[in-house]
C-alpha cells in the first residue's frame, strides 16, 4: 500500500522476453489481490506480450486496484498491452486509477488488444469506475485498440470515466 516506483535514466526498463511484464507484478493468479495507492512514474515496459505499467495480466486471479497511478511511460509489445494492465478478468476492479502521457505501441499485424487503461476484459463481469486516461498515444499493428479498453470479452461495467487527449494510430 502506498508504493511507488520511478524510472531513473540509467534504470528504467523492464524486458520480458515472452510475456507478463509490469511496475508492480507481472502476472496475479491468485483468487483475491489488492493493490492500492501504488505509483509507477518514467518507465519503459519492453515484451512480447501482456504488459502493462503496474501488472501484466490478472490471467486467472482477482484483483482489486484502487487510488493507483501510472505516467510517463512507454509499454511496446508484439500485442495485449494496457496503460495499467493488459487483462482485467474475473470481476476484477479499477478504482480511482489514472494513465497520463503513456505511449502504447503494438506491434503485431493481429489482434492488438490495447488500450490506454485495459487491453482485455474476460471471465466474469468487470468494473472500471472513475478512471482517467489523459494524453495517450496508442499505436497499433492490427486491430481491437481503445482509448480506456481495447477488447471488450465479458461484460463490463464502466462509470464516471474519461479520456482526454488520445492519438490513436
Known amino acids: 500500500e502506498n508504493c511507488s516506483v520511478t524510472g531513473t535514466p540509467v534504470a528504467n526498463t523492464i524486458r520480458a522476453t515472452s510475456a507478463y511484464s509490469g511496475g508492480l507484478v507481472g502476472n496475479v493468479k491468485t483468487t483475491s489481490s ?13 515484451a512480447g506480450s501482456r504488459s502493462g505499467a503496474i501488472m501484466g495480466d490478472t490471467d486467472a486471479g482477482v484483483v482489486y486496484v484502487s ?17 495499467i494492465t493488459f487483462g482485467l478478468r474475473n470481476a ?36 472500471i469506475t472513475n478512471a482517467t486516461v489523459d494524453n495517450a498515444t496508442i499505436t497499433g499493428a492490427g486491430t481491437r485498440a481503445g482509448g480506456l479498453v481495447g477488447y471488450v470479452n465479458s461484460q463490463i461495467e464502466i462509470n464516471d470515466s474519461i479520456v482526454k487527449k488520445l492519438l490513436n494510430n
Open 92 to 127: 476484477s476492479t479499477l478504482t480511482n486509477v489514472t494513465s497520463t502521457n503513456m505511449t502504447i505501441t503494438a506491434t503485431s499485424t493481429s489482434n492488438d488488444e490495447i488500450g490506454g487503461l485495459v487491453g482485455c476484459t474476460s471471465g466474469n463481469k468487470t468494473f
Open 67 to 83: 487510488n493507483t497511478h501510472a505516467s510517463d511511460c512507454t509499454i511496446t509489445v508484439s500485442q495485449y498491452a494496457g496503460g
Open 34 to 46: 489488492t493493490i492500492t495507492g501504488f505509483i509507477v512514474r518514467n518507465m519503459v515496459f519492453s
